[in-house]
């Protein structure tokens, strides 16, 4: 049963430390989407990949945040420095991008507080 | 841009009772439409989804119809069980002639608890 996998699944930090989050994508899926939960805010898109190229990030803070895809089977978020309102849970999809719409297919999710 | 409006919860129900979530969304040309479900602590997994309008997704006993003349995608389901119990968002992917085929947009979310 193919799944993503996403590390740390939880993660306490203090203010202004950097922190890394690891998603492995479904093997054979081409496209990884980072979303942020938050209970006022919902699910937000923070950014997306295909074939490994960033496509869209419009939804991530630039001056705190980034999203790489090293390789075809890793996707990382980083924040630095990290504060409090970053507290939330993150989210890795992966999917079989092509002409159409595709399916989504989430991670378990990375729980961040930020103390 | 693309939205999508659900209904507010909790939603509360005795177990086998008849379950309406509603959902409709705004967005141009011919999206798809789906319903994800999450689970305390776990991930959104993909419950059903509709491609094109008049399209009824199902799975698991919930069922869907892609209504375009009302916009809507209402979830369904006839007798509800206790392991129901979770949130449900409704998502919406745009139509990829304008350029939205790669985004999921979400609704907020419903909260369903199913009692005995």
């Known amino acids: 049963d193919a799944r993503v996998t996403q590390t740390p699944r939880h993660k306490v930090t203090e203010m202004g430390q950097e922190v890394t989050m690891r998603c492995q994508p479904i093997l054979g899926h081409n496209t990884v989407f980072w979303y942020r939960q938050t209970m006022m805010q919902g699910l937000e898109l923070l950014a997306y990949f295909r074939n490994r190229a960033p496509l869209d990030d419009s939804g991530m803070p630039k001056d705190r945040f980034s999203a790489e895809m090293p390789d075809a089977t890793l996707a990382t978020l980083k924040i630095q420095p990290s504060e409090p309102r970053d507290s939330a849970v993150y989210f890795c999809?992966?999917?079989?991008?092509?002409?159409?719409?595709?399916?989504?297919?989430f991670g378990p999710g990375t729980r961040l507080l930020v103390l | 841009g693309d939205s999508v409006t659900q209904m507010e919860g909790p939603v509360t129900l005795s177990e086998e009772a008849f379950l309406t979530i509603n959902c409709t969304y705004t967005a141009t040309g011919y999206p798809s439409l789906f319903w994800y479900v999450q689970y305390p602590g776990e991930g959104l997994q993909l419950l059903l989804k509709?491609?094109?309008?008049?399209d009824k997704g199902s799975n698991k006993g919930f069922e869907a119809t892609y209504r375009k003349e009302t916009t809507s995608f209402h979830l369904e389901k006839g007798s509800v069980q206790v392991s129901d119990s979770a949130v449900y968002f409704c998502?919406?992917?745009?139509?990829?002639?304008?350029?939205?085929?790669?985004?999921?947009?979400f609704g907020t979310g419903t909260q369903l608890k199913v009692e005995l």
């Open positions: 999809a992966s999917g079989l991008g092509t002409a159409t719409q595709e399916t989504q297919y």
């Open positions: 998502a919406l992917s745009g139509d990829i002639l304008t350029g939205g085929g790669n985004k999921l947009t």
């Open positions: 509709a491609t094109k309008a008049d």
